[in-house]
């Protein structure tokens, strides 16, 4: 008689190579950092393998018949739910939004799937739905299909979202990691680190002198501004989780480039600043989520620059380094006090349940 045991469906499915020291996932397996990369590099690409995911995008650009789109997806386990400058609702559509824009799409359409803990406030859902609309309204995007799950009180916790998207790709805009060439500038849109303070001291029931905002905030217009004024700009990155650090680590290995960078030039607010040194945080890897860092040729760098502080998203832009011929795969900082170092990723997890 044939066995359908759930055991004889993983006969021989042992994993051939060691995935990590770790016998079980951490949370810091989630933080963006080394555990993360190694993650998704020795276990999901060997496995899923194709040309789409191999390029490790924010998300995946599709040839289709009348041109390339591009496709996304990313889900939000926020701890809070509701944080100074958002709520879960609000980052899981401008994370999606700001995902499919540093491919260069324009977003069109969205999917949500929500897993919401028995016992959780009615009402609390109503607003979280209200400022997933207005996110979505505010970039002229659509959600049009989406899944419910409700699970036992204790088996999730309050709310958890999940967010896909589509944008379709304008001819003439190629943005990938690989692009990055030695003498582009490397511009950031603003100051650093104050999501995931925001979140810490809201998690943390910290008060400042100066109040600390996220900065979600979906930055799709902005780009289209930017790719509007040139079709020079080679790589888009969001500095999410793992900070601006890891998202610069990241596009040094993909080009196999290296990037130099200048830590006075790195805009942080003073009361981020003080969070941080309290909280024993290093700004450049604390998270962002209405940041991006834009690798630009050197010759369009100056009107792809004042396009940006145009823009209320980039009004604080400025180059914080450039992409050069040294220590190729590597991120050095010249740092404030006058010496050099490499920057590197995290092994662990400094903020869990960020985004």
């Known amino acids: 008689m044939e066995n359908n045991s759930t055991s004889d469906s993983y006969k021989g ?60 997806t990313d889900s939000y386990v926020v701890d809070p739910i509701i944080f ?3 709520d879960i609702g609000k980052l899981a559509v401008t994370g999606t939004i700001n995902d499919l824009a540093m491919c260069g799409a324009r977003p069109l359409y969205l999917s949500v799937g929500l897993i919401i803990e028995e ?3 009615m009402e609390e859902l109503w607003k979280i739905i209200l400022t997933m609309k207005r996110a979505a309204d505010e970039s002229g995007v659509r959600i049009i299909t989406g899944d419910t799950k409700v699970v036992d009180h204790g088996k999730a916790d309050k ?39 925001a979140i810490m001291s809201q998690r943390e029931g910290l008060a400042f002198e100066t109040p600390v905002n996220s900065d979600c905030a979906a930055l799709d217009k902005l780009v289209h501004k930017m790719l509007d004024t040139s079709k020079e700009i080679h790589v888009l990155r969001d500095p999410t989780r793992g900070g601006l650090a890891s998202a610069l680590i990241e ?16 805009p942080v607010q003073e009361a981020v600043k003080g969070a941080c040194e309290l909280l024993g ?4 890897y ?29 009004k604080n832009a400025v180059i914080i380094g450039e992409v050069v011929d040294d220590h190729p795969g590597f991120v050095v900082m010249q740092s404030s006090i006058g010496g050099k170092r490499i920057v590197d990723m995290l092994s662990g997890e400094q903020l869990p349940r960020i985004c």
């Open 119 to 121: 016992g959780f406030p």
């Open 13 to 72: 499915l042992a994993c051939p190579i060691p995935i990590s020291e770790y016998p079980t996932i951490t949370l810091a397996h989630g933080g963006g950092g080394k555990l993360s990369h190694q993650l998704i590099e020795k276990l999901f690409v060997p496995q899923f393998h194709n040309e789409y995911l191999n390029r490790l995008h924010d998300g995946a650009v599709i040839d289709v018949e009348h041109g390339r789109i591009a496709f996304s």
């Open 84 to 86: 100074p400058g958002g």
């Open 286 to 314: 604390v998270a962002n989520e209405g940041k991006l860092v834009a690798f630009v040729a050197q010759q369009d760098a100056a009107k792809v620059l004042s396009c940006m502080k145009s823009h209320p998203l980039g």
């Open 281 to 284: 945080l290093d700004p450049l």
């Open 251 to 266: 596009v040094a290995q993909k080009a196999n480039k290296g990037i130099w960078i200048e830590e006075t030039a790195i």
């Open 159 to 197: 709310i958890f979202i999940n967010t896909s998207g589509i944008g379709i790709i304008p001819d003439g805009v190629n943005i990938d990691p690989q692009r990055a060439t030695v003498g582009d500038k490397i511009i950031l849109s603003g100051s650093i680190a104050e999501h995931g303070i």
